[in-house]
């Protein structure tokens, strides 16, 4: 594949469009806001943002020792896991609300 995206002087790393000659700064990607004309900036970032969500909460601990737990928008954000069907609205989706009944038992946050 020929690489398109030149890194001028400054080294700032820049990752290339799946399509066309757009290059844009790696902070653009999985930002979630479309950049590259066909989407491939953000049309792969789930699975990113899976790895992020651990890594977020991975050796973090709450108040009491125990491990947080984390919980994943259906957008990909991350919150805490006792955030999940708290009431409120966490997810710019909503999601970690849409899906309550009622019945769930999530430890509340420390
Ligand atoms: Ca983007
Ligand atoms: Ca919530």
Same mark, same amino acid.
């Given at each position: ?79 805490? !896991? ?16 849409? !899906? ?11």
């Amino acid at each position: 594949m020929l690489l398109l995206c030149h890194v001028p002087k400054v080294q700032v790393p820049h990752f290339q469009c799946r399509t066309g000659n757009e290059c844009w700064m790696v902070f653009y990607e999985c930002d979630y806001v479309p950049d590259c004309r066909d989407n491939s900036d953000e049309d792969h970032c789930e699975e990113k943002r899976a790895v992020d969500c651990e890594l977020d909460f991975q050796d973090k601990m709450a108040s009491d020792g125990k491990p947080l737990q984390s919980f994943q928008c259906d957008n990909g954000m991350c919150i805490l !896991g006792c955030r999940q069907c708290d009431g409120v609205m966490d997810c710019a989706d909503n999601s970690d609300e849409s !899906g309550c009944n009622g019945t769930e038992v999530i430890p509340p946050c420390q």
